[in-house]
């Protein structure tokens, strides 16, 4: 069995990766800038990458990219690869999915999927504790950070526990096949996240409320438009109440999932530029 780990860069797809080796299973990691002769090329706008990627590979790791995905399951199917692990997003569950910006991408790729003759694990996951890492600008050098919805509540997944699941599903758990919405096990609004983050760094992180139109222009900065709206739409009702707890890696796996906390310890050094840690 040969895993093909697309995104093997990125946080998850690191962790995955890791994982695997650490499990002695063979695997191929991908890139779209390959570093060295372990990580061979794939870019799904180049459809001459995919064969020579997916060649003797019977599983795939993958990130929802559309671009040039169709191709790439008909490639993955003509090689015989037999399971794809799929990193989608808890917003395809959106009503409005086919036109939300933050959903649409993923939407495409699970439909690719499903339509295949492949076995598909899809992982939703909703908000990332990573996510949290915007904030480190401002934290670190002891500036308030500004939200337009301090008490939005989110139940920020663990990229560790994704990583769990991913590997469960690829070394053959019962839950290979299957579709999960994610979440962290707690409900925590962004204030309270900051207060866990400035009591691991022994001082007070100021959050200073800004207005929807002052959002939307810091948005702007990194975001397209639309995504900017949806973005902000999501966080303003996210202030009505806890965030749901979906399936966690305790009710998949039988093992509690990461709680924020101790995300934020283990990433402490990012948020600590000007402040001596505990």
């Known amino acids: 069995m040969t895993v093909l780990i697309t995104g093997s860069r990125g946080q998850v797809g690191s962790a995955v990766r890791d994982r695997l080796q650490s499990g002695g299973h063979a695997l191929r990691a991908a890139s779209s800038r390959p570093d060295g002769p372990e990580v061979v090329e794939l870019v799904l706008s180049k459809p001459e990458t ?28 003509a090689e015989g690869v037999e399971h794809v692990v799929l990193m989608s997003s808890s917003a395809v569950l959106a009503p409005d999915a086919e ?28 908000a990332f504790a990573g996510n949290a890492l915007a904030w480190s600008h401002a934290i670190g ?19 560790d526990d994704l990583a769990d699941l991913a590997y469960a599903a690829l070394t053959g758990h019962w839950l290979a096949g299957g579709t999960y919405t994610l979440s962290g096990g707690e409900s925590l609004t962004f204030r309270e996240q900051l207060g866990i983050i400035g009591g691991l760094l022994g001082r007070e992180v100021v959050v ?58 283990e990433n402490l050094t990012a948020f600590a530029a000007q402040s001596a840690l505990r």
């Open 208 to 265: 200073e409320t800004i207005t929807r139109a002052e959002a939307e222009e810091q948005l702007a900065a990194y975001l397209p438009p639309a995504a900017v709206t949806a973005l902000l739409d999501l966080w303003a009702d996210s202030t009505a109440g806890p965030a749901p707890i979906d399936d966690t890696t305790m009710t998949l796996l039988g093992t509690p999932p990461r709680t924020f906390e101790q995300w934020a310890r």
């Open 99 to 126: 036109s939300h910006p933050l959903a649409r991408t993923h939407l495409l790729v699970e439909r690719a999927l499903e339509e295949s003759g492949l076995t598909v694990t899809v992982l939703r996951p909703g």
């Open 141 to 159: 050098r002891g500036q308030p950070v500004q939200l337009a919805y301090p008490d939005a509540h989110v139940a920020a997944v663990h990229g």
């Open 50 to 77: 995919f064969a020579p990627a997916l060649r003797g590979v019977s599983q795939v790791f993958l990130y929802a990219e559309p671009d040039g995905v169709r191709e790439f399951v008909r490639t993955a199917e």
